[in-house]
Every structure is written in structure tokens, then in C-alpha cells.
């Protein structure tokens, strides 16, 4: 069975820390992603990667970062989180090799800055 | 730019009755679509795709989507829902050349009643 795991369900983080949101495959896929997910606004790209080492921007980029040191790990970065960055955050890997791109989620981090 | 629109954000319905969800994208090349699931505290979860060939895909749990060049459109369907059905259903398009991401609609919130 395919699997995305999050190193989090839930996480509560102070104003200005630096918070790391960890993301691991086991699929062997070359593309990761992360998303957040507001209501109304369905899911929106933050940032994804096509391979170690490479990332790309995606629509709201601001204000985080990302680490692929590893084909199977993908690591969102808070470097000072701030209360309108409380939200639900997705990975998601795919492959060229899927018909399609069809990713596949993990469960999520409900993350609240206070 | 694509963009994806669900034009319901909440769809009530009773259990055993048919239910329709409205998707609609603009793209100005061939895309992949897509509807994928959540079920509450969950990830997403993909219900079917749409890649070539038959404009009608069937996915899992008796869901099916037709999609309309013409129109745009890729509406999601399902004759008789159950009270499991209750979830969030979100639309997405793939990005074309770009076929490794995806854009997302809103979302709808589909609460089955009994």
C-alpha cells in the first residue's frame, strides 16, 4: 500500500519560531509537493520539488522554504511563523511514470500559530 | 493561467437521493482532470481521473464524472449517496506542459442527511 506520512497531526507554535513540517514517501516518486489548505480556497501550491536538491516556487511561496536532501523526504520550513500561517498543510508526492501525475496525500499538520 | 471553479461550496442531500457536483476550468491547452475526496481528519483521496478517450470515467464508491470539452466542465455524479459520502470533494486540473502539478477548485462540502 502506497504511503505519504507527516510528522505531525496537529502542532501549536508560537509567534516568530522557526517550525520544520516534515514529509516522507515511500514510492520511490521523483515529485513532491506542499500545499495549505484554507476553507474556500481549496488547496494552494506553497512549493514542490522534481528531484533532490531542486525545488521550484509555487503560488504563495512567501514567507517559507524547502529541504529535499532525500528522494523520499521533502521538508517544509516556517523560518519565523507568524498567525496567518495557521492553517492545514498537505504533502503529496507523483512520478512521471503515473498516467496522469495522480498524486497522492498524506493526512496533514493542522498547524495554529498563536 | 488555469484556474478551476466548483460553483457549490456546501451541498446538502438526503441519503439514497442522486447528487451532482459542478466543476467547471479554463485552460487554454489539454489537460488532466481530476476529483479527489476528504473525509474529515483525512488527506485526499483520489475518486477518478479523466486522462483521453471516453469523456464518461467512473471512479470508486459509485462515483462517475463526464467530461464536456465544449463546456469546460467535468461534473462529478452519483445516483444514490450514503451517509459515508459526507466529505469534502475538490476538483483539480493539471497545469498542461507542466503536467506534474495541479490546480485545485474550492472545494464542496457534501453533508449527506438521513
Known amino acids: 500500500d502506497v504511503k505519504v506520512t507527516q510528522s505531525s497531526r496537529y502542532l501549536v507554535k508560537r509567534t516568530g519560531e522557526k517550525v520544520f513540517l516534515e514529509c516522507v514517501q515511500d514510492m520511490d516518486h521523483e515529485n513532491m509537493f506542499w500545499y495549505r489548505q484554507d476553507p474556500g480556497l481549496g488547496l494552494r501550491l506553497i512549493y514542490f520539488?522534481?528531484?533532490?536538491?531542486?525545488?521550484e516556487k509555487g503560488d504563495i511561496p512567501e514567507g517559507y522554504s524547502v529541504s529535499r536532501e532525500k528522494k523520499e523526504r521533502f521538508s517544509l520550513i516556517l523560518e519565523s511563523a507568524s498567525t496567518n500561517q495557521t492553517s492545514m498543510y498537505l504533502c503529496?508526492?507523483?512520478?512521471?511514470?503515473?498516467?496522469?501525475?495522480?498524486?497522492?496525500f498524506g493526512p496533514g499538520t493542522r498547524l495554529t500559530v498563536t | 493561467a488555469q484556474s478551476v471553479t466548483q460553483l457549490d461550496s456546501q451541498v446538502p442531500v438526503f441519503e439514497e437521493a442522486p447528487v451532482e457536483l459542478r466543476c467547471n476550468y479554463s485552460s487554454s491547452v489539454s489537460v488532466y482532470l481530476f476529483w479527489y475526496v476528504q473525509y474529515p481528519n483525512q488527506g485526499l483521496q483520489l475518486l477518478l481521473k479523466y486522462l483521453s478517450g471516453s469523456t464518461l470515467v467512473k471512479g470508486i464508491n459509485g462515483f462517475e464524472a463526464e467530461f464536456n470539452k465544449s463546456q469546460t466542465s467535468f461534473h462529478l455524479r452519483k445516483p444514490s449517496v450514503h451517509i459515508s459520502d459526507t466529505a469534502e470533494y475538490f476538483c483539480?486540473?493539471?497545469?498542461?506542459?507542466?503536467?506534474?502539478?495541479?490546480?485545485f477548485g474550492g472545494g464542496t462540502r457534501v453533508l449527506v442527511k438521513p
Open positions: 503529496a508526492s507523483s512520478s512521471p511514470r503515473l498516467a496522469g501525475y495522480e498524486q497522492y
Open positions: 483539480a486540473v493539471s497545469r498542461g506542459a507542466a503536467g506534474n502539478k495541479l490546480t
Open positions: 520539488s522534481y528531484d533532490v536538491k531542486m525545488k
